[in-house]
């Protein structure tokens, strides 16, 4: 008992300290997860055996885990998200796309793996998916354009979920006999009782999440007890049809609009991310390494067939759409698998192993092998085809403003001038389309701080300015974004002289006591004139410099400088800047 205790204690504190070292270098959470469960797993150095500590519990544990994770992606599969511009190039990557993945995936791991076909076709299914877990990160290094950052965040939000479908459909013809028989009354039977139990458990969740008698924790409690109990409730319905209840559930919530789903957003932010950490060291620990090994030179030639046939041919599904050939030959380098590949893989694998079906135990080595090789290969070989493109640092850092007054908008759209994207966010009609008339695109609607998920509109945000009307709102949605992002990235409008601070924020306030706030917006508002210098240029005498664009060096993003008291805006020979000329004479 006291090794099962250290063992679960140890592979929780090491997916935790893992997770944070990846969020420090930067990279996939999934690389430190990977070394860190091999390094303590079975193959290493035998700290953690999942069989061992877990027994026959091993492999419903993860399928629950699974369930609960798909139920999180399928969130994001909303029918307004294909936004920007993107839907094309999107719809069929994730239509034609996969299945050109799948069917070449299938045939070169039947072919050269010596995979029994059932097998070959199931583990085809569970490696469509990508995943902006490993996408994101790797993208955040290069920071090509907004186009096509936002073509390959997408799909990697809708291809998680979607191939997981397809992956757990492939897997209920499993349910039924050994060897694995296609019977179409059995993917339809599975499909359909995992749906209905999934619009059941949806339909339960709107009185829950309506009510004003719970709080926003008690909510987030009652979502994961719908998630497992709609889980297990299709399982005993029809073996194996509860990974389709939790999508279902997942997808018909996400796409309703009677109640508000941002309340599960610690669901999603705090939960699933622990989970996925967990799991993933428990998976890793549990793969024989040696196995992997044993797929010696032909599992290297299905990597190279995934990089360099199946990505490559699922974007020719492009052509014809307006993108460059650098962009499209892009889109063909970037397709690493990732944790829901590793998460479906093991659950199915541990599942069939135990069925003794032909074949079986090569789910979990083949799959790992295809997550390490496309993960490190697409980390390190395409910011390098990027800048060969000509895309990598072209990733513009993006400056949302919280209140849209005149002088703002001045600043705004001199920004977007300088090299910055400008976002607005406004409750006012009227300064809505004094924003659309500056050439700043604005919305409106809840804005949650905490929902930092892909699909977020404030995920691709690199500086904050909170310049509302309202000193009260700017004081504590300062304060909490400044807990929540970088501190020296969140400003706000400097209180009213007889005005008592509500809060002790972080955030920086804008300009300087010595230039008289109230006469720079007075400038900016009727419209004295601003203008953009280069990172070389002399700032000209009596000019104010107001907002500096800093490029991007090395791993660090291009960030966005408003002059502050403290922190005045200077120039350092690298950054453009914007200032407000000096009074005419």
């Keep these: 008992m006291d090794d099962v205790l250290l063992g679960l204690s140890l592979v929780v504190v090491l997916s935790v300290l893992a997770r944070l070292s990846a969020t420090w270098m930067r990279v996939p959470p999934i690389v430190p997860l990977l070394v860190v469960g091999v390094v303590v797993g079975v193959s290493g150095l035998d700290l953690v055996d999942p069989t061992e500590m877990l027994g026959p519990a091993l492999s419903p544990a993860v399928q629950i885990a699974v369930g609960i994770i798909l139920f999180e992606g399928a969130l994001g599969l909303k029918r307004e998200e294909l936004a920007f511009g993107v839907r094309g190039a999107v719809i069929r990557l994730i239509t034609i796309g996969v299945i050109i993945t799948w069917f070449i995936a299938t045939v070169s791991i039947a072919l050269l793996l010596d995979v029994p076909h059932p097998i ?54 499993f349910t039924n006999g050994v060897g694995g028989r296609f019977e179409l009354t059995e993917l339809l039977a599975s499909l359909g009782v995992g749906s209905a139990v999934g619009l059941v458990g949806a339909l339960l969740m709107f009185p829950i999440l309506g009510t004003k008698r719970l709080a926003g924790r008690d909510k987030v409690a009652a ?3 719908v998630v497992v109990a709609s889980f297990a409730a299709s399982n005993s319905i029809y073996d194996d049809s509860g990974l389709v209840a939790t999508i279902a559930m997942g997808i018909v919530l996400a796409n309703q609009h009677r109640v508000r789903i941002e309340q599960v957003a610690e669901f999603k932010e705090t939960l699933v991310p622990i989970l996925v950490g ?100 697409y980390a390190l070989v395409t910011p390098w085809l990027a800048k060969v493109l000509g895309l990598a640092g072209e990733h513009r850092p993006t400056l949302l403003f919280v209140g849209a007054p005149k002088w703002a908008l001045t600043v705004g759209q001199g920004l977007t001038n300088a ?50 009307e309202d000193d009260s709102l700017n004081q504590l949605l300062s304060f909490q974004l400044a807990e929540l992002y970088e501190a020296n990235q969140v400003y706000r409008r400097r209180s009213p002289s007889d005005r008592a601070p509500i809060v002790d924020s972080q955030a920086l306030e804008l300009f300087h006591d010595g230039d008289a706030e109230s006469e720079v917006e007075r400038r900016l508002a009727a419209g004295d004139p601003v203008s953009v210098i280069g990172p070389l240029a ?44 000096a009074p005419a004479a």
């Design 223 to 225: 979502t994961l007890m």
């Design 120 to 173: 070959a076709i199931l583990i085809g299914a569970t490696v469509i998916v990508s995943g902006p877990t490993v996408v994101l990160p790797i993208l955040d290094f290069i920071g090509p354009t907004q186009k096509v950052r936002r073509v390959l965040k997408w799909e990697g939000i809708l291809i998680d979920p979607i191939g997981a479908i397809i992956a757990v459909v492939v897997f209920g013809s």
């Design 419 to 468: 090299g910055a994207d400008v976002m607005v966010w406004t409750e006012s009609t009227e300064e809505a389309r004094a924003a659309n008339d500056h050439g700043l695109p604005s919305f409106g609607g809840p804005l949650d701080p905490e929902d930092k998920s892909a699909d977020s509109l404030l995920e691709d945000v690199s500086a904050f300015a909170v310049v509302s």
């Design 538 to 581: 002399q700032v000209p005498e009596g000019a104010i410099p107001l907002a500096a664009v800093i490029p991007r060096a090395g791993t660090m993003p291009a960030k966005i400088h408003l002059t502050t008291e403290d922190m005045p805006v200077k120039p350092d020979g690298r950054s453009t800047l914007l200032v407000l000329d």
């Design 278 to 377: 967990i799991l993933f060291v428990l998976l890793a620990a549990n793969v024989d390494v040696d196995q992997v090994f044993d797929l010696g030179w032909k599992g290297l030639v299905v990597i190279g067939i995934l990089i360099f046939v199946a990505r490559p041919l699922a974007a020719l599904t492009l052509a014809g759409l307006p993108f460059t050939w650098q962009e499209k030959a892009f889109f063909g380098s970037m397709a690493p698998r990732g944790i829901v590949a590793a998460s479906t893989a093991s659950a199915f694998g541990l599942e069939l192993t135990e069925q003794k079906v032909p074949g079986a135990e090569m789910i979990i080595p083949v799959t790992f092998m295809i997550i390490v090789g496309t993960v490190f290969y």
